[in-house]
């Protein structure tokens, strides 16, 4: 007992410090000087033990909350990194962050918008602000320390890379929720029998999103996922993004050399999306100018990072916000699929936007989200330990831990692993449960699928081998057996 006591005194102290300092620490204290609710017996020396008891009493509910906070400390410490990266690079090149393109050079822009493909700059010194595997440790490290699981640890928190309590669906649950997917029930893009409804003549975005847990015609894909994300691409919209892309023309930043080589070195060496280079150019360069989209902070963990005109560091006043992420290769990744779905680059840029405004974000964000990266970390890591236990045990044993490998899948909602026809079946089921657990639940399908070659292996290396090419997989038949033919 004076064990735990002694623990959650730590937290509290250590918390508090890490909050001092912040905007969210003094919104705090000046809230607690204000309230009507303060008390003269409450007293700074006995606050620590107040608080102590409080959280004792208030149960599980406080706990949550505290992790909030935590996962709100942890964001912030990555975002720092993140921008730290970007200002090294900076320094190291000696290349500003922003600056206006001379007129000659916009204009040469404004001439091969539609052929920037052909570009071949030399991008030799810039290099990727992160990987896939350093937010990996960064979640690792991730821990609810006010969460008293007795002397013993469980053996999900033992064996998993992931330990934070948070509630995720299991096996009858998760088939309850994606109950359409029965086996006995049909999918469109498989079973040739399933009727149309229709929905895309009663415009009923309801309608259609409910109609598409069972997948959707490939002729009606694109108006399909248009009416359930409201994009219609009117005359205001198509102005819009004419404007974003006057911006893109106006200003040269940093992260446009950083898409640049990222485009190269993804889907220019893509055989399903080097056709699409240039929609990609276009829609990435237009998005890190978007100030709309930082509307989407207001519900997120994470904060808008902000730069500082030069010579003016640290002064408020002159804070600019900067792209709200910076590693392009997801977000090429989320766009490339949806070019063979859209070719008017205006609506393609509005459905990109809405999917990561949507969903795309939660994969890159940290939160307790059920479609958080978090929460799909430890739903894939749970399926896998309760339904294939040995292979579980297996892999971490020779050191190849399944959420090593599974976790850049799921990162990028499976673009670039999967064949394009297979990752828009799987997309059509995101839309249509406005959920991202799916991805969990086929990473946990495919180490099921490959389970006796995954038992046989010696080493991580042996086991990325195994895994390496999914782009045979079919992703129907993979999460139905899954779902409904695992014994439970």
Known sequence: ?????????LTIAQIVQRLKGSSLHSQLERQARVSPLHRPEIKLESLKEDIKEFLKTSGRIVLTYLFLFICHIFQGSWEKRILKSLNSMCTELSIPLARKRPANEQKELLNKWNEMGTDEPDLSLFRPVYAPKDFLEVLMNLRNPNYDNGDQPSFRNHLGLIQVPLKIKDIPELKDYFSELDLNAGQLGIDDSTQVPPVLAEQDSAAAQQYVRQGCPTALRAELWALILN????SEDILYYEQ???NVVQHDLLVDSLIYKDVKLTASNDDYYFVFEDYLYQVLLCFSRDTSV???FTYNSATPPKSYIRGKLGMEEYAVFYPPNVNFKIFILSVAPLCFLYHEPSKLYQ??????????????SISSHPSGIVSLCLLFETLLQTHLPQLFYHLGEIGAQPLRIAFKWMVRAFSGY???????????????YNSLEI??????????????????VTSLAAAEAVLADLSTLKVMPLLQIFLFATVT
């Open 351 to 364: 459905i990109f936007r809405e999917m990561y405004v949507r969903f795309f974000f939660r994969l890159h």
């Open 294 to 296: 930082l509307e989407h």
């Open 244 to 246: 974003l892309k006057s």
């Open 439 to 456: 991805l969990a639940v086929l990473a946990a399908a495919v180490f099921a699928f490959r389970a006796v070659n995954l038992m046989e």
């Open 418 to 432: 999967l064949a394009t026809d297979q990752l828009l079946l799987l997309w059509d089921r995101v839309l249509g």
């Open 1 to 9: 007992m004076l064990r735990s006591d002694t623990g959650l005194s």
């Open 231 to 234: 994009i219609s691409n009117q």
